[in-house]
Every structure is written in C-alpha cells, then in structure tokens.
T-cell receptor, first 114, second 115 residues
Framework: EAQVTQNPRYLITVTGKKLTVTCSQN?????MSWYRQDPGLGLRQIYY???????DKGDVPEGYKVSRKEKRNFPLILESPSPNQTSLYFC?????????????FGPGTRLTVL | GQQLNQSPQSMFIQEGEDVSMNCTSS?????WLWYKQDPGEGPVLLIA?????ELTSNGRLTAQFGITRKDSFLNISASIPSDVGIYFC???????????????FGRGTQLTVWP
C-alpha cells in the first residue's frame, strides 16, 4: 500500500529540548515536503526536497532543519523547540512525472512545546 | 510568500444542496490541486488539474482550471453529511528556478452539512 508515515503522531516536549519527527514514503518519490498547519493560516510549507541531498526553504523555515540522505526518508529536526512551534505537522510526498502532479500527505504529528 | 485567496472561509449548508468554492491568485499557476481534510487526518487529494480550461469530475465533485490560469473552482453536488471537512486548494506556480516544485495552499474552506 502506497503511504507516507510519520512518527511520532503526538509529542509533548519542553522548550529547548531537541527533537526529530521522522517521515518515510514507500512510493519512490523524489519530492518531499514538510508543512505546518495552524488555525486560520492553512498549510504552510517549512522545507522541501526535490531529491536526495537537495533541500530548500519553504515559507516558514526558521527554527527547523531537514535532511535527505536517502530517497524514502525526510526527517524534520527542531534543534531548540519553542512554544510558537506548537502546531500540527504534515509530511508529504509528491509524484512529478510528465503531466502528473499528485501529492500525498502523512497522517500528521501534533506537537506541543511547553 | 505567494498567496492563494480561497473563499468562502466557511459554509453551512443542508444535505442535498450544491456547494461551490474557489481559489484565486495574482500569479499564473500551471497546476491546481484540491484536497479534503477530515478531522485528525492528513489532507487527501480529490482532483488534480493541469491545463487551463480543464474540467475534471470525481463522483459528485467537479473542479475547473480557470482560463486565466489564476483561479480554480470546486463544486460539490447534492452534498451529504460525509462531505463535512476542510477543503484546500493548492497550486504550483509556473516553474521558475527556485520556486519550481513548490506548492502553495489556500487557507481552506470549512464545510458543515446539516442533515
């Protein structure tokens, strides 16, 4: 089954304690992204990656890091989380092939930073 | 960053009614995607549009890629309770260097369907 998985699904942490949210896709897609979703603001892109070792900033990259060492995984790293990073995070994997452009989202990670 | 203006922000309708929502931008897009998000879930792709003027259906859903390439519309006919959720439009700008591949999202339309 084609899917995007994220872990953990829920996380409560404290300010300054480094954390990593993992993301994995089994569709062999080159393009992956991270978004955060906040009430009234919709989905905002944090970082995206067009291929292994290729990453670029989205609209709200401050306070986040990513890495893309292999095609299937795209972890999101918060080196020193702050309360304003409390949000719902989605990883996405995208197929760009010829006339096809479809993006699949993971189930989400709800992060609370105290 | 690029803004997509999605409207309406919310809709309250009765079961059986038709629904219409749209997204507009000041820039030209070469792809429009429409998603639905159920509570506690990630967005799920409903319809993808790739050409100006394209009209695509998925069951009771119909979406159109605007002729100007700056807008898109989603219609839901004969709504049912399970249509409840947040609907998002997303678009990709005409590829230009570092923006190639980026998707921009509208802020969503919250749909409530009364039985």
């Amino acid at each position: 089954e084609a899917q995007v998985t994220q872990n953990p699904r829920y996380l409560i942490t404290v300010t300054g304690k480094k954390l990593t949210v993992t993301c994995s896709q089994n569709m062999n897609h080159e393009y992956m992204s991270w978004y955060r979703q906040d009430p009234g603001l919709g989905l905002r892109q944090i970082y995206y990656s067009m291929n292994v070792e290729v990453t670029d900033k989205g609209d709200v990259p401050e306070g986040y890091k990513v890495s893309r060492k292999e095609k299937r995984n795209f972890p999101l790293i918060l080196e020193s989380p702050s309360p304003n990073q409390t949000s719902l995070y989605f990883c996405a994997s995208r197929e760009l092939a010829g006339d096809t452009d479809t993006q699949y989202f993971g189930p989400g990670t709800r992060l609370t930073v105290l | 960053g690029q803004q997509l203006n999605q409207s309406p922000q919310s809709m309250f309708i009765q079961e059986g009614e038709d629904v219409s929502m749209n997204c507009t931008s000041s820039s030209i897009f070469n792809t429009w995607l429409w998603y639905k998000q159920d509570p506690g879930e990630g967005p799920v792709l409903l319809i993808a549009l790739y050409k100006a003027g394209e009209l695509t259906s998925n069951g009771r859903l119909t979406a159109q890629f605007g002729i100007t390439r700056k807008d898109s519309f989603l219609n839901i006919s004969a709504s049912i309770p399970s249509d409840v959720g947040i609907y998002f439009c997303a678009g990709q700008l005409e590829g230009r260097g570092s923006t190639l591949g980026r998707l921009y999202f509208g802020r969503g339309t919250q749909l409530t369907v009364w039985p």
